[in-house]
Every structure is written in C-alpha cells, then in structure tokens.
Nanobody
Framework: QVQLVESGGGLVQAGGSLRLSCAAS????????MGWFRQAPGKEREFVIG???????YYADSVKGRFSISRDNAKNTVYLQMNSLKPEDTGVYYC?????????????????WGQGTQVTVSS
C-alpha cells in the first residue's frame, strides 16, 4: 500500500503563488498517475490537474495557464505549482494516486489519497 501526505498550504493574497507537495511512502511506483483535487465547503470534490505515467498533463479549464504539476521520482514526490491565485481557488487540496497509470477526472477512480492541505486566497 501507499501513503500520501500533502504539505505547503497556507494563506496568500489574490495574484500570489503557492507550491504544494505530495510525498509518497510505503510502496510507491513511478508508473502511477497522480492527480490533485480540491474541495470547498458545501461543494463536491473536483479535479484540478493530473499527470499520467507517460507525463501527459490534463487540466481543469479553470486552472489552465495558472497551475502546473511535476514529479521528482528520486524523492517520491509530486508538486502542484499555483500561480495567479484567485479567491475561488480556496479549499482543501488533496493528492491522489491511480495505479492504472492514466489520469481520471473523477475521484472514485483513484486508489490512494492524502489527508489534504488547506489553501486560502484572500481578496
């Protein structure tokens, strides 16, 4: 099994940037697809961005051009770089792994999840 731990969340003003990290332990594999989801109070968990085992990247329309995702396989870590942040980006951000190696946009397709890290963007 794999454990995922997110870090790097916090408070930032609109227009600012944050970088989130997702560290994997246990028996991680570079063949997994990795995705980031977020959830605001009272709303469903939504797909943000993901990277396949072949390093193909998929974006939600709301973050394209502002967010990016990358891997550091030596550190078993995936990163989410967030630029030009908006108040509507506020929420709990979750890292997830899909053992099939393909990016999915629905949360139920992922096999492992982190506990989440809070991101708050002030106006």
């Amino acid at each position: 099994q794999v454990q995922l731990v997110e870090s790097g969340g916090g408070l930032v003003q609109a227009g600012g940037s944050l970088r989130l990290s997702c560290a994997a332990s246990g028996r991680p594999s570079s063949s997994y697809a990795m995705g980031w989801f977020r959830q605001a109070p009272g709303k469903e968990r939504e797909f943000v961005i993901g990277i396949s085992r072949s390093n193909i990247i998929y974006y939600a329309d709301s973050v394209k051009g502002r967010f990016s995702i990358s891997r550091d396989n030596a550190k078993n870590t995936v990163y989410l770089q967030m630029n030009s942040l908006k108040p509507e980006d506020t929420g709990v951000y979750y890292c997830a792994a899909d053992t099939g190696g393909r990016v999915d946009r629905t949360a139920r397709e992922y096999d492992y999840w982190g506990q989440g890290t809070q991101v708050t963007v002030s106006s």
